[in-house]
């Protein structure tokens, strides 16, 4: 397995405190003048309270704009290392720290409020703006590695994928997985399309299962809605992310405008070794689809791997053709 060059990994690491740095800058907000009491000749003065100023709640709010900053960086660095031990650490915190201590991810629910502006406030929300900046900017950067490597939801699947044994998988033909994949689009559409109408945003339990690392939203029907989702994902790898997820199409509308994309040798136009390996439906021939690929780093590392990539194994072939023509007596 390579290791990509050292400017990767600074691009993870700033883009998590550069990130943090703006969003924790310190701006004084200037304070009114007291006004005078109206006590008469008595000139007695009233005790205000003083409004918190943006240094106080700055303060008050470090530990967790540190943390996602932490997380943040663990999580780049484990995608650009490309190492499978490090994605399964970062899986872990993403389902522990963002799931279910935070329970704080980016929700549908903050798609209708980027179209209403109704955003949560900014001055006392610092840690989620955080997150939500580094969710855009690694989307268009690299593509879903939210998806991949961050969602809480998202790390949990891929979590029961790797414990569930192998033979109690249903593989979906790849013709019917290619036209499934289009039911999340469907979802996006149908549940965007209600909000506008009707300016009601709960309907996203209904179309997420996020609500699982809370305490609250535990209807009768949400629960067997949440029961049936996670037989699925059982038996059928990463159900909900693949086929389900109205944010997840939402990113992958972003990620049309992905800048660093995955590399491909030229023997990938015959080659269908990393094809039937991604676990996404994300590779079609040479072609990578970035729309569902997550970064999942499986087809990465098939590139590098000089023992089973065609790629390595031609030019080794060649070589080892040439040496011996070149070797005396032959």
């Not at 969710?135 to 979590?159: E, M």
């Not at 469907?186 to 997420?208: C, R």
């Not at 038996?235 to 995955?262: D, E, H, K, Q």
């Amino acid at each position: 397995m390579t290791t990509p060059g050292r400017h990767h990994f600074l691009i993870a690491f700033g883009l998590s405190l550069l990130v943090a740095a703006a969003a924790t800058t310190t701006v004084y907000v200037a304070q009114a003048p007291a006004q005078p009491s109206a006590g008469g000749n008595w000139n007695f003065e009233e005790e205000e309270e003083e409004a918190p100023t943006w240094a106080d709640d700055i303060r008050a709010q470090a530990l967790d704009i540190a943390a996602v900053a932490a997380f943040s960086v663990l999580a780049f660095v484990s995608f650009f290392r490309k190492s499978v031990r490090l994605k399964y650490v970062s899986l872990v915190a993403a389902v522990l720290y963002l799931g279910f201590y935070k329970s704080q991810l980016i929700s549908i629910v903050n798609v209708f409020g980027l179209m209403g502006g109704n955003l949560p406030i900014f001055r006392y929300n610092l840690a989620w703006y955080l997150l939500a900046a580094i969710t855009v900017v690694s989307t268009v950067l690299w593509g879903r590695v939210y998806c991949g490597r961050i969602c809480a939801f998202g790390a949990f699947t891929q979590l029961v994928d790797a414990i569930v044994p192998a033979r109690w998988k249903v593989n979906i033909p790849r013709a019917i997985e290619r036209r499934a994949a289009w039911i999340k689009y469907g979802i996006l559409g149908s549940v965007v399309a209600y909000f506008l109408l009707t300016k009601h945003p709960l309907i996203y339990p209904y179309v997420e299962p996020f609500w699982m690392f809370g305490l609250h939203l535990r209807t009768p029907i949400l629960l067997a809605l949440l029961g049936t989702l996670l037989v699925t994902t059982v038996f059928v790898r990463n159900a909900y992310c693949r086929f389900l997820c109205p944010l997840g199409a939402f990113l992958g509308i972003m990620s049309n405008l992905t800048v660093f994309r995955i590399k491909r040798w030229s023997e990938c136009s015959t080659c269908r070794i990393c094809e039937k390996t991604c676990e996404w439906g994300a590779i079609q021939g040479p072609k990578i689809v970035m729309t569902e690929c997550v970064r999942c780093d499986d087809c990465e590392r098939l590139y590098a791997d000089t023992k089973k990539c065609p790629h390595h194994l031609i030019i080794i072939r060649k070589a080892d053709i040439l040496a011996r023509g070149a070797a005396p007596g032959i």
